[in-house]
């Protein structure tokens, strides 16, 4: 039964639940949080009231976004080590469980009337025990451990569908959870319980059915392999950046380039500030005036970013055919960076979608720069450079959320749309160490010539 046994192998039901559950939580919360600020700001004049909401709003997502950051440095990296050592599932079994316990804070704090501070300690807990972090690194290393060097940019991207389609269907999904029950239980009861039941199918699903792939080998461990026995090296096929077939008359693996490796981070972090800036303040952006949108209207907005996930993955598909790995993370950028830029002028629900429609190759970077970081280290790092590479993204993302929605306050009267103007200057930035990264591979090929 080798395919049963392969099918376990699979981390996608995983993904899967654990976005449909992510889904549902993050409608929920921002309308939880936006009818609690609703309540709390009622006896204020009407002409100032949504100001003050939104205010509100943001600064509650500031500090929430802020403990849920940082307190997952405190165990990411440990545990993260502990799944390169001890056990592969650890990073994905450990953050399961926080997401149980904080997800079911918010259903009590429904249902008990509680104040909305106590989503903070929620915050808390879910870093305390990996949370997003080390929980996305243990999936990339499975990911990355059972794929050769030339299919990993695909699988990984097959990942990141599966994560997007989850997300389309529970975001479609969540906003009529949300008010759909809402004559027979309080709004959000029935959601919020729906995302618990989806991260307690993950944490049984992770325990006893998913089993750890066996490494696929390298072209280096390939070449050293053949060596010891006098044999010829066999080429390794497939993109364009893959590892290069070793010569046989090499002694020792190739040691990667630490200035490639500092690249691909910079590019990553400069690519993601401008994402996470972007996207924290859409859903405020959203709530207000001009397009006010209700929780239906919610719904379908994030259903409408999760479709990139599947435009992304024919984007790879593609092109990982006949481009580099480079020219397609360049390719995501620009369509991210001109997207953004059209979202700064949105006043219509329609040209909302044009710019996400734009956006359409927008998730391609960061997956294929994890995939050609995997080809520049050994397997058994595999957990701790993901986690690191995430830990840089989460303090950028920390950062960059406080300030951004510090602008947006500050913006917020004068031009809403300010944000996404700094976050398109972002992304045209991190065009500058893709475009080092470019010439320096360039500089290698001619000098092999």
């Not at 592969?88 to 149980?100: A, E």
């Not at 010891?228 to 990667?256: F, R």
């Not at 590479?389 to 009267?413: A, C, D, E, P, W």
């Amino acid at each position: 039964m080798a395919w049963m046994t392969m099918m376990r192998t699979w981390v996608e039901p995983v993904v899967a639940g654990s976005q449909v559950a992510s889904a549902f939580y993050d409608t929920a919360l921002l309308l939880v949080v936006k009818n609690y600020y609703n309540q709390t700001n009622s006896t204020a004049p009407s002409h100032l009231l949504q100001d003050a909401q939104q205010k509100a709003v943001s600064n509650f997502y500031i500090i929430y976004n802020l403990v849920l950051g940082l307190s997952p440095l405190v165990s990411a990296y440990g545990l993260s080590k502990l799944g390169d050592k001890v056990h592969r599932k650890i990073p994905i079994c450990l953050p399961l469980l926080g997401y149980l316990g904080s997800k079911s804070l918010l259903l009590l704090l429904i249902l008990l009337d509680w104040p909305i501070e106590v989503m903070y300690g929620a915050a808390a807990f879910n870093g305390l025990t990996g949370g997003f972090t080390t929980f996305w690194a243990g999936i990339m290393a499975l990911g990355s451990l059972g794929s050769s060097e030339s299919r990993r940019s695909l699988r990984l991207i097959i990942i990141e569908l599966v994560y997007g389609l989850a997300g389309f269907l529970g975001s479609m999904a969540s906003g009529y959870l949300f008010v759909g029950f809402s004559d027979r239980y309080r709004e959000g009861t029935v959601l919020v319980s729906c995302s618990i039941a989806c991260y307690a199918f993950c944490l049984l699903y992770s325990v006893f059915v998913l089993i750890v792939p066996k490494s696929a080998p390298s072209c280096t461990a390939k070449a050293k392999g053949v060596e010891e026995v006098g044999g010829q090296v066999p080429a390794c096929t497939g993109a364009a950046e893959s590892a290069q077939p070793s010569e046989s008359s090499s002694k020792a693996p190739v040691t990667p380039s630490k200035l490639i490796i500092i690249i691909l981070f910079v590019a990553a972090i400069l690519y993601d500030l401008a994402v996470v800036g972007a996207m924290n303040v859409l859903p405020l952006f959203l709530l207000r005036e001009p397009l006010s949108w209700n929780a239906v209207q919610i719904g379908y907005g994030n259903a409408a970013g999760y479709a990139i996930f599947i435009t992304s993955f024919l984007g790879v598909f593609v092109f990982s055919k006949y481009l580099r790995d480079i020219t397609m993370i360049i390719i995501g950028v620009v369509s991210f960076t001109v997207g953004v830029l059209i979202m700064a002028f949105v006043r219509w629900t329609f040209l909302f979608y044009i710019a996400r429609a734009v956006m359409l190759f927008a998730l391609i970077p960061l997956p294929t720069i994890r995939s050609m970081l995997s080809k520049h280290v050994e397997g058994s790092s595999y957990g701790k450079v993901f986690v690191l590479l995430q830990l840089s993204l989460v303090i950028t993302g920390v950062v960059t959320s406080t300030v951004f929605n510090k602008i947006y306050q500050s913006t917020l009267n004068w031009y809403s749309g300010f944000c996404f103007i700094l976050s398109f200057l972002a992304g045209c930035l991190s065009l500058l160490p893709l475009s080092v990264f470019g010439y320096k591979k360039k500089l290698e090929k001619d000098s092999k010539k």
